[in-house]
């Protein structure tokens, strides 16, 4: 059974950290790239990272580059989010998301949703100001 669980959010103030990750099962990450996704209250699920199966490339939206890196462990089947220098647009719950073989992503907008499958359940971050 394929299964991505998102851990590590939380209530953080503005200007700290948190570490998010992706523990997955069912496949590998030899096999599957991850992207990190968000959706605030009202807004729309938007891509924020990911990391590549093929070659361990990352990208990032221009809304967390420079302030998130995703890593991953693929001994461990599991894919971090750290983020840095948070800010209140932060807040939204994260979730994680695989794609058979590369990221797909927009200039400017990271992965985009539609072209990754077998989604987890999301994580809370909150950032307070």
């Known amino acids: 059974e394929v299964q991505l669980v998102e851990s590590g959010g939380g209530l953080v103030q503005a200007g700290g950290s948190l570490r998010l990750s992706c523990a997955v099962s069912?496949?590998?990450?030899?096999?599957?790239?991850i992207g990190w996704f968000r959706q605030a209250p009202g807004k729309e699920r938007e891509g924020v990272s990911c990391?590549?199966?093929?070659?361990?490339?990352?990208f990032y939206s221009d809304a967390v580059k420079g302030r998130f890196a995703t890593s991953k462990d693929n001994a461990k089947n599991t894919v971090y989010l750290q983020m840095n220098s948070l800010k209140s647009e932060d807040t939204a719950v994260y979730s994680c998301?695989?794609?058979?073989?590369?990221?797909?992503?927009?200039?400017?907008?990271?992965?985009?949703?539609?072209?990754?499958?077998?989604w987890g359940q999301g994580t809370q971050v909150t950032v307070s100001s």
């Open positions: 069912g496949f590998t990450l030899d096999d599957y790239s």
């Open positions: 998301a695989r794609r058979r073989s590369g990221c797909s992503v927009v200039a400017g907008e990271g992965p985009h949703p539609y072209f990754y499958d077998s």
């Open positions: 990391i590549s199966n093929i070659d361990g490339a990352t």
